[in-house]
């Protein structure tokens, strides 16, 4: 794959567990891994932008690998020690994490952006991707439900996704610019874009939702390419499947294309959704059918293979 | 002691053990400690105030008794971390240690004061005493040296007191005003005022060089006792006897009297320092002798104890 340039749209979980095995298959200097920042919030004074570190931990090995967030080996000192003050504990920030909170909120006060800070901290893990936020501005998405609108973390984290979903909007998306790094992606010369199987609604929807960029990535000449987060009628991981119930969306990896419908070229779904393919490709749109749960390092190297294979038959 | 109100001016480890004895003897309702604050400062965009943080934890128990400072049972992911991102981590905070930094941080850019937030974390950790700081305002010790200043911190942590001192100024304190704590202490029907045996250039100082706490000090109907820090012509703890040293004082109980001369009304010094009690009297103060360093709780019991005898003594 050497040459290949590629642009990787991610959320948390999903999408840095296929940029990982993306690492291992392209040259570090081809792969840029854009990150949602409608999660991001500030919490305690800090600024927290929960997609872009799982990206970081997870590209540079610091990722706990069975809670799915935060990083492994990780102590809780801290939050326990807020509680006894009196301060909020509901969102559980790990010891270990926190320094890239306190880091990141110290850097953004003095005036760098989330891009210089992003970049400068992969480098320091030695991470060779570029790893960029969706955006340097803020927007944060918010959900709404029939009692009334919630912030993404007080939805996901303090009231664990229980509330009902009727729609979201990501607040100042109008206003704000992508990244540096997400348009000179998005500029150059890209042999691939791959959407990841993160949260379409939450995780992709604010990347494309940008000023220009789901424009951008329907006219771009580079096939682009994603990979259902519906597996056999379920979420791999996170609220997708109980969001598209919720919306009205059977729950099924077809609905997922449908989403996409007009801007992706190519749809990767598991095995067990294969009877959906005839489906998928009367949208009008290429689909490929493979094994998409990436439980260690191998499924997600080759899932990566298998993306990048359909990404270079939709090219020829 | 029932009914008797005290005010105690205290730096960090020796004033907060002495506070300690005083919660011990007094009824919580009358008594004061007042916390230096000119080793605050703004650290990974954390406000840090050291000298109250000791007085806390030390009257909640919390404080590991070995090191001095900070929290018993601390873990260290935070800093090691921190270091990783190549941030700096030559302060160490400790993983609980760091939520006291982030919840002042947060509510103090929230708009509250220093006041309001030591008083509401004292009251959270079951601490009775009031715990004040000096002044809610910003006052930043700098410690001069033959190659220029230091801000305290600098001086005291990263470079761990060796650069040879040569004076101290209070930055910020012509326009500090003394907390409404401590004035309202000052104003009240005081029946003694202790100086804790904590560092008098750098603790005790910078609270006596607050507008008009000198001066109320001094004229204080009550009495005003000191505890030497110096004993058999060493300090307990921190630099104290190279200051003075350093700034050509003999290292002796003798001159740290000499420095509160016309302040205090009485002094008190260790056993081992008896040989000097005619060389302070002359002065034009009382002395008291006893056993003056606090290794347990006893000890520091019996130290508040003697120092209200030797205040009721002077009273009567």
Known sequence: MSGTNVLALSG??????L????????PSDSLTVVANTGDDFTHLGLQICPDIDTVIYTLSDLADKERGWGRASETWNFISAMGRLGGEDWFHLGDGDLAMHVYRTERLAAGDTLSEVTSDVALQLGIGARVVPMTDDTVATVVKTPTGELSFQHYFVRDR???TVSGFRFEGIEAAAPSPGLAASLNGNLDAILITPSNPFVSIDPILSLSGVGDAISAAPAPVVAVSPIVGGVAIKGPAAKMMAELGMPTEAREVAR???????????????EDQAPAIEAIGMAVWVTDTVMNDLEDRITLARECCRFAEELAA
Chains 1, 2 share one sequence.
């Open 19 to 26: 940029a990982l095995g993306l690492t291992h298959l392209l």
């Open 259 to 273: 989403f996409y419908e007009g801007l992706i070229d190519g749809f990767v779904i598991d095995r067990r959704d």
């Open 161 to 163: 996704c229980e509330p």
């Open 12 to 17: 948390g979980v999903g999408g840095a567990k």
